[in-house]
């Protein structure tokens, strides 16, 4: 279980913090089984999809107050495809201005930077997480 452990599930996604430098907030929806294409996603896997990108970069944009939340898909692992997951990331003006690039280019920043968060700070980001995502979910 990664740090801060699983920020909610549904029926056929889960919902968890980004392990690696993108940032404390940036969050992960993947699917609950193996799959390696959006192309494989079965039909209650993408009735999900949808809603829970929405719901999951509003809940980023509440946990890091940012400028713009990213939503790439990431699938490769070692170059070949991997596991499909999302990668929901608050972005602030002030990452754009202090590094000086935006988009794919601030994701590359960051990871060649490869600054990690701490397990505590992860933990509380993610049990604030919890609780919002219950309160908008009920």
């Not at 990108?53 to 946990?63: F, G, I, K, T």
């Not at 003006?93 to 794919?104: H, L, M, N, S, W």
């Amino acid at each position: 279980m990664p740090p801060g452990g699983r920020i909610a599930a549904t029926e056929n996604w889960v919902i968890e913090h980004c392990l690696g430098p993108l940032g404390l907030g940036t969050l992960i929806l993947k699917p609950r089984r193996h799959v390696t294409a959006v192309a494989d996603l079965n039909d209650g896997e993408t009735d999900e999809l949808g809603p829970l990108l929405r719901q999951c970069s509003q809940l980023a944009a509440e946990l890091i107050p940012a400028e713009q939340v990213y939503n790439t898909l990431w699938s490769h692992s070692g170059a070949v495809p991997g596991h499909v997951h999302y990668v929901i990331q608050p972005v602030t003006r002030d990452q754009v201005q202090t590094t000086g690039v935006y988009g794919p280019a601030l994701q590359m920043h960051m990871f060649m930077e490869n600054v990690h968060e701490g397990d505590a700070s992860i933990t509380d980001i993610c049990d604030t997480a919890r609780r919002l995502w219950a309160g908008r979910r009920d």
